[in-house]
């Protein structure tokens, strides 16, 4: 099986830094692309972030130049590091991985349980 961890959210002033981690374990073979997704309260969960097992990067506008997406691929591990960051980031914050968990197998995507990131002074 397959786990992605999230950690790192808190409770943030406006203008403040925070770093989510993401940390994928157990059988795997390959991960593809790694992306960050995040849903405030009554709304549509919304793509934030992916990277690409090359480290090709693609970012919603309402982040670009104030969010910076990342991996390590030696340790399975995915970062977002999020700076200046606006009231209007508060979410919970969800990792997803697409996945091979053997050379054999199809790809799946794997999700994590959401940190929460609240940014209020």
């Known amino acids: 099986q397959v786990q992605l961890v999230e950690s790192g959210g808190g409770l943030v002033q406006p203008g403040g830094s925070l770093r989510l981690s993401c940390a994928a374990s157990g059988s795997i073979f390959s991960i593809n692309a790694m992306v960050w997704y995040r849903q405030a309260p009554g709304k549509q969960r919304e793509l934030v972030a992916g990277?690409?097992?090359?480290?090709?990067?693609n970012y919603a506008d309402s982040v670009k130049g104030r969010f910076t997406i990342s991996r390590d691929n030696a340790k399975n591990m995915g970062n977002l590091q999020m700076n200046s960051l606006k009231p209007e980031d508060t979410a919970v914050y969800y990792c997803?991985?697409?996945?091979?968990?053997?050379?054999?197998?199809?790809?799946?995507?794997?999700w994590g349980q959401g940190t929460q990131v609240t940014v209020s002074s």
């Open positions: 997803a991985a697409d996945i091979k968990q053997s050379s054999s197998s199809t790809t799946g995507r794997f």
């Open positions: 990277i690409s097992s090359g480290g090709i990067t």
